[in-house]
């Protein structure tokens, strides 16, 4: 798309969010790496090197999945991938740009995300549903109960014993000389309080995934949101939303677009901006890299 393309659409948001009576933020994976948290290459090399010499994975997401021999390996494994994907910040301002925009509307956020970016980025936490789970949360992995429970601390403290310290601004560093454990102190393995059984990240993999209380007072949140805002002039604003789960947040649009009079749909992707037939009319796709659109807006 040429920029004088670019600048046509581009104003086609900038009127569409001047004339909404509400926004709702769609975001999925798409977002966090135009912030600069990518899951392979130079980040992956520099906090994931040994593991990827000794397992010859090539990126994050699949040392995740990795059937380690133990569970202080597993954990030595997940403090380093929870720390830098949750309690880093992103290194670029992409989420406080997509603040700006919509921070003086009446606005909600729908994101499939786990890595907390939004609130750190200054987005109110009453208008977040993490529908997938936080990065910052253990459950029981049986589940035995329906509760979960912050883990900074203990993540904190993994990385710590693997030969790690943390800047005054939380980035991890691995001092000059030191060659990282990779495993953990078996005390440090989370258990959990009631059952015994060990922890696991609160992330939706299968039916074991914890909807604590906080989940559902978010999704109560925004089915009320919806309902208030249905008749009104509202702006369907999905950035970097894929295919892996497209029914959250992307086929929800669609059909809310198409079924609500006044309602529009953007959609920033790199290289997956589209709309359906039904929609087109009411509907702006922007290819590119988020960041650089919503500098642009």
Same mark, same amino acid.
């Given at each position: 798309?040429?920029?004088?393309?670019?600048?046509?659409?581009?104003?086609?948001?900038?009127?569409?969010?001047?004339?909404?009576?509400?926004?709702?933020?769609?975001?999925?994976?798409?977002?966090?790496?135009?912030?600069?948290?990518?899951?392979?290459?130079?980040?992956?090399?520099?906090?994931?090197?040994?593991?990827?010499?000794?397992?010859?994975?090539?990126?994050?997401?699949?040392?995740?999945?990795?059937?380690?021999?133990?569970?202080?390996?597993?954990?030595?494994?997940?403090?380093?991938?929870?720390?830098?994907?949750?309690?880093?910040?992103?290194?670029?301002?992409?989420?406080? @740009?997509? &603040? !700006?925009?919509?921070?003086?509307?009446?606005?909600? =956020?729908? %994101?499939?995300?786990?890595?907390?970016?939004?609130?750190?980025?200054?987005f109110d936490k009453r208008r977040l549903f993490?529908?997938?789970?936080?990065?910052?949360?253990?459950q029981c992995g049986r589940p035995c109960h329906? @509760?979960? &429970? !912050?883990?900074?601390?203990?993540?904190?403290?993994? =990385?710590? %014993?693997?030969?790690?310290?943390?800047?005054?601004?939380?980035?991890?560093?691995?001092?000059?000389?030191?060659?990282?454990?990779?495993?953990?102190?078996?005390?440090?393995?989370?258990?959990?309080?009631?059952?015994?059984?060990?922890?696991?990240?609160?992330?939706?993999?299968?039916?074991?995934?914890?909807?604590?209380?906080?989940?559902?007072?978010?999704?109560?949140?925004?089915?009320?949101?919806?309902?208030?805002?249905?008749?009104?002039?509202v702006m369907f604003l999905e950035a970097g939303?894929?295919?892996?789960?497209?029914?959250?947040?992307?086929?929800?649009?669609?059909?809310?677009?198409?079924?609500?009079?006044?309602?529009?749909?953007?959609?920033?992707?790199?290289?997956?901006?589209?709309?359906?037939?039904?929609?087109?009319?009411?509907?702006?796709?922007?290819?590119?890299?988020?960041?650089?659109?919503?500098?642009?807006?």
């Open positions: 798309m040429g920029a004088v393309s670019v600048r046509h659409f581009v104003e086609k948001v900038k009127e569409g969010l001047e004339n909404a009576d509400a926004v709702v933020v769609g975001a999925g994976a798409g977002l966090s790496a135009s912030a600069g948290f990518a899951y392979t290459g130079e980040r992956f090399d520099k906090y994931f090197h040994d593991f990827a010499e000794k397992y010859h994975f090539k990126d994050m997401y699949s040392g995740g999945f990795h059937p380690y021999d133990t569970l202080e390996e597993y954990w030595a494994y997940w403090s380093r991938y929870i720390y830098i994907n949750r309690y880093m910040d992103a290194p670029k301002p992409v989420y406080h @740009r997509l &603040y !700006d925009l919509v921070k003086d509307k009446d606005y909600f =956020v729908l %994101t499939t995300n786990v890595d907390h970016c939004f609130q750190k980025a200054g993490y529908t997938q789970g936080d990065y910052g949360l253990f329906q @509760r979960t &429970y !912050d883990n900074g601390n203990s993540i904190r403290e993994m =990385v710590e %014993t693997q030969g790690y310290v943390t800047d005054t601004d939380g980035t991890l560093i691995l001092p000059e000389g030191i060659c990282p454990k990779m495993t953990v102190p078996s005390g440090l393995v989370p258990h959990c309080p009631k059952c015994g059984e060990p922890m696991c990240m609160n992330l939706r993999a299968d039916h074991t995934f914890v909807e604590d209380d906080g989940w559902h007072l978010a999704s109560g949140r925004y089915a009320e949101f919806l309902r208030r805002h249905q008749n009104g002039k939303v894929g295919f892996n789960t497209p029914t959250i947040v992307k086929y929800s649009f669609w059909r809310m677009t198409h079924e609500w009079k006044d309602a529009v749909y953007v959609c920033l992707n790199y290289g997956e901006a589209y709309a359906p037939d039904e929609i087109k009319k009411k509907s702006v796709c922007i290819n590119g890299d988020i960041g650089e659109i919503l500098y642009q807006l």
